[in-house]
T-cell receptor
Framework: KNQVEQSPQSLIILEGKNCTLQ??????????LRWYKQDTGRGPVSLTI?????NTKSNGRYTATLDADTKQSSLHITASQLSDSASYIC??????????FGGGTRLMVKP | DGGITQSPKYLFRKEGQNVTLSCEQN?????MYWYRQDPGQGLRLIYY???????QKGDIAEGYSVSREKKESFPLTVTSAQKNPTAFYLC????????????FGEGSWLTVV
């Protein structure tokens, strides 16, 4: 069964600090991996999308990494801001276009 | 502005009622999706449509129905057969090819009263 597990479930950090969110998946075959940011009560917004051949991709202060051999991905947030408080969702796609969503990590950035 | 519009944002349903959630897009995307989100859980696919007048069941289609009469519109009806409908519902679209970015609407909260 295709599964996407995210850790930690929740995280509290101080403004200005860095953090790393983890995503482990068992989806096979693999097409691509996406990270989304979801503010409370809003729709998810795309941060990055990576294919099998990509190891890292950045979007501003967000950097995603992918190790397709170990089926792990991480999302690193640099110099966190209060506006980074949200849920971060890892989504893995299998051909033809089957998406499996992780349960998300809830990040709270405190001043 | 281009985008996806869901309405209403908040909806209350009485026992035994059917309710319909609207999803409209002006992105000219072929594929449209409906997801259900429960607290602490990943999004689950209800229905999807890759082309007008065609749609497929997702993982949790029981108690829901959809139509795709126009490319721009993909309404979701939550029927009285859905025994636990209280959730956050998200509509999404993409161009219909693997690797495309999926765009989500702002979501609709449905509560049973």
């Amino acid at each position: 069964k295709n599964q996407v597990e995210q850790s930690p479930q929740s995280l509290i950090i101080l403004e200005g600090k860095n953090c790393t969110l983890q995503c482990n998946y068992t989806v096979s075959p693999f097409s691509n991996l996406r990270w989304y940011k979801q503010d409370t009560g809003r729709g998810p917004v795309s941060l990055t999308i990576m294919t099998f051949s990509e190891n890292t991709k950045s979007n501003g202060r967000y950097t995603a990494t992918l190790d397709a051999d170990t089926k792990q991905s991480s999302l690193h947030i640099t110099a966190s801001q209060l506006s980074d408080s949200a849920s971060y969702i890892c989504v893995v796609s299998a051909p033809p276009r089957v998406l499996t969503f992780g349960g998300g990590t809830r990040l709270m950035v405190k001043p | 502005d281009g985008g996806i519009t869901q309405s209403p944002k908040y909806l209350f349903r009485k026992e035994g009622q059917n309710v319909t959630l609207s999803c409209e897009q002006n992105l000219n995307h072929d594929a449209m999706y409906w997801y259900r989100q429960d607290p602490g859980q990943g999004l689950r696919l209800i229905y999807y449509s890759q082309i007008v007048n065609d749609f497929q069941k997702g993982d949790i289609a029981e108690g829901y129905s959809v139509s795709r009469e126009k490319k721009e519109s993909f309404p979701l009806t939550v029927t009285s057969a859905q025994k636990n409908p209280t959730a956050f519902y998200l509509c999404a679209t993409d161009r219909g090819s693997s690797g495309n970015t999926i765009y989500f609407g702002e979501g609709s909260w449905l509560t049973v009263v």
